[in-house]
């Protein structure tokens, strides 16, 4: 098991950026392919974006590409999502991801995923 803390959350105006870590501890970080998702209150937790565990590859959901990049330190065990371009409709809870990998996969449901962090808001005011 790994364990997630993400960190980098608040209330920013549209138009701002924000940037979301997730640390991670435990088991060796770079063994895990890793995600970003988020939830609006009365919504579904949706996929914002996936990495594979070297950090090669990427996805991204359409509503995010062009704004949100994903990324990933693994010698700091820390996975990032760097976001511009702030709108109203991205405020939800954040939450970070891992899935163990043994072939640099990308995992974009969220059942792919059994470790979790608690999550962080982001607020975007119009």
């Known amino acids: 098991q790994v364990q997630l803390v993400e960190s980098g959350g608040g209330l920013v105006q549209a138009g701002d950026s924000l940037r979301l870590s997730c640390a991670a501890s435990?088991?060796?970080?770079?063994?895990?392919?890793m995600g970003w998702f988020r939830q609006a209150p009365g919504k579904e937790r949706e996929f914002i974006a996936g990495i594979s565990r070297s950090g090669v590859r990427t996805q991204y959901a359409d509503f995010v590409k062009g704004r949100f990049t994903i990324s990933r330190d693994n010698a700091k065990s820390t996975l990032y999502l760097q976001m511009n371009s702030l709108k109203p409709e991205d405020t939800a809870l954040y939450y970070c991801?891992?899935?163990?990998?043994?072939?640099?996969?990308?995992?974009?449901?969220?059942?792919?995923?059994?470790?979790w962090g608690q999550g962080t808001q982001v607020t975007v005011s119009s």
């Open positions: 435990g088991r060796t970080s770079s063994s895990y392919g």
């Open positions: 991801a891992a899935q163990r990998d043994y072939s640099d996969n990308i995992y974009w449901s969220e059942f792919s995923y059994n470790n």
